[in-house]
C-alpha cells in the first residue's frame, strides 16, 4: 500500500517563502501524473499544482508565478516551492497522484501570517 507523507509546513510571514516535500515508499513519482492539494478551513480541497510523466507543469491561477512543482528523480521526492505568500494561502498541503488518487497522507500545516 502506498504511503505519502508531506513535510516543510510551517508558519511565515506574508511575503515569505517555504518548501515542502513528498515522499513515499513503493512507488516512483516520475512515472506517475502527480500533484499538490490544499484545503483551507471550510473550503473544498483545491489542486493547485500538478506536474505530468514528461515533466510539463500547470498552476491554479491563484499560485501561477509563484509557486513551482518539481520532482527530484534520484531522490524519489516531490517538492513545492512556495514564494510570495499570502495569507489565503494558509490551509494544509497535501500531495497525491491525479488520476486514480492513492490513500490520502496527513498533509503539512502552512499558516502565513498578515
Known amino acids: 500500500q502506498v504511503q505519502l507523507v508531506e513535510s516543510g509546513g510551517g508558519l511565515v510571514q506574508a511575503g515569505g517563502s517555504l518548501s515542502l516535500s513528498c515522499a513515499a515508499s513503493g512507488i516512483i513519482f516520475s512515472r506517475n501524473a502527480m500533484g499538490w492539494y490544499r484545503q483551507a478551513p471550510g473550503k473544498q480541497r483545491e489542486l493547485v499544482a500538478q506536474i505530468s510523466t514528461g515533466s510539463s507543469t500547470n498552476y491554479a491561477a491563484s499560485v501561477k508565478g509563484r509557486f513551482t512543482i518539481s520532482i527530484d528523480t534520484a531522490k524519489n521526492t516531490m517538492y513545492l516551492r512556495m514564494n510570495s505568500l499570502k495569507p489565503e494561502d494558509t490551509a494544509v498541503y497535501y500531495c497525491?497522484?491525479?488520476?486514480?488518487?492513492?490513500?490520502w497522507g496527513q498533509g503539512t500545516q502552512v499558516t502565513v501570517s498578515s
Open positions: 497525491n497522484r491525479i488520476v486514480a488518487s492513492w490513500n
